[in-house]
């Protein structure tokens, strides 16, 4: 059965400094990961997504994240954080029947 | 050019009543979903149909009854609401069901509130 981990529940940065969200998965085959993003009071909006080509994937807003399947890792970064970055991040891998498993999601909150 | 609507956004009601929730995609996906998202922010689907068909269900109590009249489509009856059905409902599609590399597009939730 395919799950992901998210390894922090809340992160704090300061505006200008990197993000480094954690995400480890777990699945019995190649996996699709993906990483959402919902703003408060909002939908979820796809950041960047995974499907097996480039291990290094560039998403929207600045972010990447790199597939390490030696660490069973998906990482998401950012080198430089804005305020409009403070949301929450789940990090999410998908079986064959179309099913998305949602990590538990981390806060991230961005001080001035 | 809202992708993914969904109505109401915000639905209060007392316990033991019916309501619906109506979800509308206008990208011409074949796939449509439910997924229920708890206080605790952790999300779980709960239905998804394709092309008017049922695809998943995951063992979700029979009160909610998911609805497909066509394919941009896909509402949720509950029946008997219970203050454990309090949480935010997100309805989604994307283009076609059985590929992995699928992304989901969400619409901006329902947030049920049971008294």
């Known amino acids: 059965a395919q799950s992901v981990t998210q390894l922090d529940s809340h992160v704090s940065v300061s505006e200008g400094t990197p993000v480094l969200l954690r995400c480890n998965y777990s699945?019995?085959?190649?996996?699709?990961l993906f990483w959402y993003v919902q703003h408060p009071n909002k939908g979820l909006q796809l950041l960047l997504k995974?499907?097996?080509?480039?291990?290094l994937v560039k998403g929207i807003n600045g972010f990447e994240a790199e597939f390490k399947k030696s660490e069973t890792s998906f990482h998401l970064t950012k080198p430089s954080a804005h305020m409009s970055d403070a949301a929450e991040y789940f990090c999410?891998?998908?079986?064959?029947?179309?099913?998305?498993?949602f990590g538990t999601g981390t806060r991230l909150q961005v001080f001035p | 050019d809202t992708a993914v609507s969904q109505t109401p956004k915000y639905l209060v009601t007392q316990m033991g009543n019916d309501k619906s929730i109506k979800c509308e995609q206008n990208?011409?996906?074949?796939?449509m979903y439910w997924y229920k998202q708890d206080s605790k922010k952790f999300l779980k689907i709960m239905f998804s149909?394709?092309?008017?068909?049922?695809?998943i269900n995951e063992t979700v109590p029979n009160r909610f009854s998911p609805k497909s009249p066509d394919k941009a489509h896909l509402n949720l009856h509950i029946n008997s609401l219970e203050l454990g059905d309090s949480a935010v409902y997100f309805c989604?599609?994307?283009?076609?069901?059985?590929?992995?590399?699928?992304?989901?597009?969400f619409g901006p939730g329902t947030r049920l509130t049971v008294t």
């Open positions: 989604a599609s994307s283009p076609r069901t059985g590929v992995k590399t699928n992304e989901q597009y």
């Open positions: 990208l011409g996906h074949d796939t």
């Open positions: 999410v891998v998908s079986d064959y029947t179309d099913k998305l498993i």
């Open positions: 149909y394709n092309n008017k068909e049922l695809i």
């Open positions: 995974y499907t097996s080509a480039a291990t």
């Open positions: 699945s019995s085959y190649s996996p699709s």
